[in-house]
């Protein structure tokens, strides 16, 4: 293959999150000069305006800095959270144009919006209410219940064991992940934990010592098939931790193993699909939710008039040709992908 095909282009640079964000830091920088203007606006709580500010720039200047040039010059009743400055405590996760960031780390952009994180109640500017959070993780019950007795150090453990959730100890709980996660945005309407309480969940569910009990009680209060495998929450996570494929679907993996009504409807998703080749939305919704289906006649009308549901395809069984081919890749689990 030529050097042509190989040349990284403008959009793989754009669409790979986290090279852009290691690219950022030089790349800002060169912007700026020593002493130059940064204009910073920040999105204040008491009328929820953005009030703009000026900072001068100054080499390696982090978003964080800017908010303290701000706090101490122009605006000492500006609320904003920090505790490490170094990308350990992650408690100065904000939102910098439109994208979840931890303060101390990120470099200054000649022009910022500063928010505060999506997804929490505000306290006051930046500073957000994290109880729902703790609150979540302790009903998780987070700490290890051995059911055998310790065999001493070092214990018999293997890499590939421990591996899952010794990325999830990575967490630095900021957050990030949970404001950036569209199923949360959706409020009371599902039971979704959220990206950061799964993670913190996955640091012992995910440890193979761990009392499986505990993780199936845990599991059931996660709502955790509400995920719908997005990868926001990876975009932006800070540690770089693969939540999705290192921390929720091994959790989904469990959960459907320890607690099987959880994954109804992707256990009935994929063995329609490994009956028929494709999906069929009607067999999936009668399977799924019986009855109770037409408790919402008028949405199933909907689904009829806008042809997502094929009612005669449903009865006669209809299947594609790739049936066979379906068959056989998830009887494999998928490995022939
Ligand atoms: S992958 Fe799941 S947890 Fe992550 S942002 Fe998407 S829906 Fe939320
Ligand atoms: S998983 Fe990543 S983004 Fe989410 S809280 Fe932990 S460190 Fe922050
Ligand atoms: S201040 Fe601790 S992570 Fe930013």
Aim: hydrophobic share 40%; aromatic share 6%; charged share 25%.
């Amino acid at each position: 293959m030529s050097d042509v095909l190989h040349a990284p282009t403008a959009i793989d640079a754009r669409r790979l999150g986290q090279t852009e964000h290691a690219d950022s830091l030089r790349a800002r920088n060169a912007r700026l000069a020593v002493g130059a203007a940064v204009v910073v606006k920040v999105r204040r709580s008491d009328d929820g305006r953005l009030q703009e500010f000026r900072a001068p720039y100054q080499q390696a200047m982090r978003v964080l800095d800017a908010l303290n040039v701000i706090a101490l010059k122009d605006a000492p009743d500006l609320a904003f959270r920090w505790f490490c400055g170094s990308k350990m405590c992650g408690t100065c996760a904000v939102r910098m144009n439109g994208r979840e960031v931890l303060a101390c780390w990120e470099a200054v952009e000649p022009e910022m919006v500063i928010e505060p994180l999506r997804n929490l109640p505000v306290i006051r500017d930046l500073v957000v209410d994290r109880t729902a959070y703790e609150k979540k993780v302790a009903s998780f019950e987070p700490w290890l219940t051995r059911t055998g007795p310790y065999p001493g150090f070092p214990e018999p453990l293997l890499h590939r064991d421990i591996a899952n959730a010794s990325r999830a100890l990575d967490c630095i709980s900021c957050m990030s992940c949970y404001s950036a996660c569209p199923v949360i945005r959706l409020g009371s309407l599902t039971d979704f934990a959220g990206p950061a309480p799964l993670v913190q969940l996955g640091q012992t569910a995910l440890d193979p010592r761990q009392d499986q009990q505990q993780v199936a009680r845990a599991l059931s209060r996660s709502g955790i098939f509400n995920c719908v495998s997005c990868y926001k929450c990876e975009e932006v996570c800070p540690a770089h931790i693969p939540i999705v494929s290192s921390v929720i679907e091994p959790l989904k993996a469990k959960a459907a193993q320890l607690v099987p009504h959880m994954a109804r409807h992707p256990l009935t998703f994929r063995s329609v699909v490994a009956r028929r080749g494709r999906i069929d939305p009607g067999e999936l919704i009668l399977r799924v939710q019986g009855l109770r289906a037409f408790a919402v006649f008028p949405r199933l009308v909907r689904l009829l008039l806008r042809g997502k549901i094929k009612p005669l395809r449903t009865l006669l069984g209809f299947k594609s040709p790739a049936a066979d081919a379906a068959k056989r890749i998830l009887k494999q689990g998928g490995r022939s992908r």
